[in-house]
């Protein structure tokens, strides 16, 4: 699977899980860091945990497993590392106030339908 199929899965995966405002942004000719941003929000800490999870599990099911991963505990932003695709999963409050879209505005955005 590469980037793009990963970062098209996870988004999937989050939409399945009634994901809002998905975004995809594609920063591999931006930055060595990664190649994707998968960048979304949940309703509670619940939702998020419960989505987050989801990801996990069904890329664990396709033999990849994460690198890292944050704040599941607090759940008011989870982030997954799969090296070449990040997930962030936030609460709304924590989205608009580090607000990662605006700080890789230049970044294209790639449509997950």
Excluded at 34 to 53: L, P
Excluded at 65 to 85: H, N, P, Q, T
Excluded at 92 to 99: H, L, P, S, T
Aim: contains cysteine.
């Amino acid at each position: 699977m590469d980037s793009l199929e990963k970062a098209l899965f996870c988004a999937e995966t989050a939409n399945g899980n009634k994901a809002i405002d998905l975004v995809i942004l594609e920063l591999k000719n931006e930055t060595a860091l990664t190649d994707y941003f998968i960048i979304c929000n949940g309703t509670s800490d619940r939702h998020i945990k419960a989505m987050a999870e989801d990801i996990e599990h069904k890329l664990k099911e396709k033999g990849i497993k994460a690198l890292g991963k944050e704040g599941m505990r607090e759940s008011k932003w989870i982030l997954l590392d799969y090296d070449d695709v990040i997930i962030h999963i936030f609460q709304k409050e924590e989205r608009d106030f580090y607000d990662l879209e605006r700080l890789w505005n230049e970044c294209p955005r790639i449509s997950s339908s």
